[in-house]
């Protein structure tokens, strides 16, 4: 262990001080610092490389996948050969199309459900941070509600009522259940950020509150809510596919839910069909993991203690 | 879920006006502030279960009727328990809440149309019980486990004891549980023959209190478990590794570590003993998760529990069945984030300000 010169605590209260007060710059100079600081961080790099190549591939699905997703015909059940690197379904489709064409939904739910979770949580949060008294109460038994009640329950007895809805449905569902933590999480730091002096200043200035909340102490929460927008997304990707195994979406829909749904009810286990079974749920972990080792440098950016490579 | 820590219970606390008397006084007070909060939010997830079958398209109730009159005749009183639960679109809302009501306390939740004649009170009684044990225990053991890992690599931080822990962790956790649950089942359960492939029990057993059965039970719910532990180990090892960093660079570990302490004293009781309260509260709500998890992997492995249930109810629209089992599931997360608080009340005497 080593003796410091400056006192850990003062560093960090010194970089916090730093990275929050500051006049509001540019949006673009916002961005590049972020964009700077997580790609500073190895596991956010692996992570924003992963991330990249999945959104390559469901841009391009159409030149990449050998076949379509839905077309059939061939051997059913087939092992992996030179025409089908990872065989084919019990249904007599292509495993490799199907698995490339999946890539579209899952990173099409991801980033929408995620960006809704994302602004419901920030209207939510930053008002609830800054009203005082009643109002504040009522916000705070609804946001603890719906932290509390287990989301998957919910959102299998949802989509239950709505059957067959499909990728809408799903979407709607996860917002539903998802925006709750983020909105705590930036309540708490806008109850931080309001007693700073410069909200002070703004509110003697005689600036008004929606003004004050969303154009003083917003920008000022950027790391936080770029954090929950991955942390949303990624709680959608997984619970996109869960419901979709269920069999609770559009199963004629080509996803990597649907895929395991399809795999499970035709038995692919007991056919020994690994690439079926192994193949989406692995696509499915790394896009997940690929967002939570992001959320590492976006920690880094909140908080500087977390940083990479500045040990204590 | 993510990584970013809130001050331990800072909402609740702040609004509680400050009670004097004496410690004793002060902790009752705060076990009844919380009792009355558990009782509120019951009410409110009650009551949410009687809205949603109502705010839905169509009529639940009606699609729930007309299956059930596929195993014969309806009798009244089915008819009304079945109206009270999912709602008639003509009758008096509110008389159709008093009734409601009426079904909860008295667990009175109708008959099952899928599981004709059993009652819905009768399957979940039947299988709460494996849930609740499989789901306890391997929770239990993550926390433990994955608390101790955490408190290992932020103290470690920057070797291979941080590195590896926190990379496996996070990609453990991004896992869907039902992949690791197809896995398992495919690998342990299907080639390697090491393992039953489905069921609580074998096919000879019967469910009793004697060591063979409690053996075979076991050995069902081991591939379960492993799931379960492998998913939720993760998200312990993160959240306690990134507030033991904070700790860590606190002024009285400095001053402890400058006492020449050794640094396992220093780690486990001045460190880790504050970092894990944060922790404590993310506990009641990684509970969630857990419990919605065990239900895909109870789909995998057809273990009869609460979540296979859930999974049965809802592809066969059986909704009184659906709704029974949410509320079940709800409350039991509720009661069980309420003896989390408590124990945090116990564990940090500044909370039951």
Redesign the interface.
């Known amino acids: 262990m080593s003796t410091q010169s400056i006192p850990p605590s003062t560093r960090a209260v010194r970089a916090i001080e730093e990275a929050s007060i500051a006049p509001a710059p540019s949006p673009l100079k916002v961005v590049l610092r972020v964009a700077s600081t997580v790609w500073s961080n190895g596991k956010a790099r692996i992570g924003i490389v992963i991330l990249g190549l999945f959104i390559l591939v469901a841009i391009f699905a159409p030149l990449l996948a050998p076949y379509g997703a839905r077309q059939n015909g061939f051997d059913r059940s087939a092992d992996a050969s030179a025409a089908h690197w990872l065989g084919t379904t019990a249904a007599g489709e292509d495993v490799l199309s199907q698995l490339i064409w999946g890539s579209q939904i899952s990173i099409f739910v991801g980033l929408v459900a995620g960006l809704l979770s994302t602004v419901i949580a920030v209207l939510v949060g930053l008002s609830w941070g800054y009203v005082r008294g009643f109002g504040a109460d009522v916000i705070n038994f609804i946001v603890n509600l719906f932290l509390v009640i287990p989301g998957l329950p919910l959102m299998i007895v949802i989509a239950a009522y709505l059957s067959g809805g499909g990728i809408g449905m799903i979407i709607v569902v996860v917002v539903i259940t998802g925006w709750a933590w983020g909105a705590r999480v930036l309540r708490s730091q806008t109850q931080s950020l309001r007693s700073r002096d410069f909200v002070t200043a703004a509110v003697f200035s005689g600036e008004r509150p929606f003004r004050i909340v969303f154009r003083e102490i917003l920008p000022n929460m950027t790391s936080l809510i770029v954090g929950n927008f991955f942390g949303a997304a990624t709680a959608a990707i997984l619970a996109e596919a869960g419901l979709e195994y269920l069999g609770l979406g559009d199963t004629t829909v080509v996803s990597w839910g649907t895929m395991l749904f399809w795999a499970q009810n035709s038995n692919a286990l007991l056919t020994g069909q690994w690439a079926l079974l192994f193949a989406p749920g692995l696509c499915i972990a790394l896009l997940a993991t690929s967002l939570t080792l992001i959320n590492f440098g976006v920690d880094g950016i909140s908080n500087p203690r977390l940083r990479e490579g500045k040990q204590r | 879920?993510?990584?970013?820590t809130?001050?331990p219970g800072?909402?609740d606390v702040s609004?509680a006006p400050r009670i004097t008397g004496s410690g004793r006084g002060r902790a009752w007070a705060y076990v009844a502030r919380k009792a009355g909060l558990l009782l509120?939010?019951l009410w409110?997830?009650i009551t949410?279960n009687f809205i949603?079958?109502r705010l839905?398209?169509g009529s639940?109730a009606d699609a729930a009727l007309a299956k059930l009159a596929q195993n014969g005749p309806v009798s009244d009183a089915t008819k009304a328990a079945i109206e009270a639960q999912l709602g008639v679109p003509t009758g008096n809302i509110l008389e159709q809440y008093v009734a409601y009501l009426h079904q909860v306390v008295t667990l009175d939740f109708g008959v099952s149309y899928t599981f004709y004649p059993q009652s819905v009170s009768e399957l979940v009684s039947t299988a709460l019980p494996y849930t609740l044990v499989l789901v306890g225990v391997v929770t239990i053991i993550a926390f433990v486990l994955g608390t101790l890992l955490g408190v290992l690599a932020a103290w470690k931080?920057?070797t291979w004891l941080d590195t590896l822990p926190t990379?496996a962790g996070?990609?453990a956790?991004?896992?869907?549980?039902?992949?690791?649950a197809?896995?398992l089942?495919?690998f342990a359960?299907?080639?390697g023959r090491l393992f039953p492939?489905s069921g609580a029990y074998g096919p000879t057993a019967t469910p009793a209190f004697t060591i063979g059965f409690l053996g075979d039970a076991i050995y069902h719910a081991a591939l379960p478990a492993l799931t379960i532990l492998i998913t939720s180990l993760g998200g312990w090892i993160l959240g306690m590794r990134?507030t033991m960093?904070?700790t860590?660079?606190?002024?009285y570990v400095?001053f402890a570590?400058a006492n020449g302490l050794k640094p396992r004293t220093v780690a486990l009781r001045y460190a880790a003993r504050n970092a894990i309260l944060p922790n404590l509260t993310s506990f009641?709500?990684a509970?969630?998760?857990v419990?919605?998890?065990s239900?895909?992997v109870e789909?995998?492995f057809g273990y009869p529990g609460i979540g296979y249930l859930?999974?049965n109810a809802?592809?066969n629209?059986d909704?009184p069945l659906?709704?029974a089992?949410?509320l079940m599931?709800?409350v039991s997360?509720?009661i069980a984030?309420f003896l989390v608080d408590i124990l945090y009340g116990v564990l940090d005497p500044r909370t039951r300000r």
């Open positions: 879920m993510t990584s970013v809130i001050a800072s909402a609004a509120l939010t409110a997830a949410l949603l079958p839905m398209p639940p931080r920057g990379l996070s990609f956790s991004a896992f869907p549980y039902f992949w690791t197809l896995l089942l495919f359960g299907y080639v492939t990134n960093i904070s860590i660079g606190d002024d400095t570590e009641g709500l509970l969630g998760g419990v919605g998890g239900i895909l789909r995998v859930l999974f809802v592809t629209q909704y659906m709704q089992l949410f599931i709800t997360v509720l984030n």
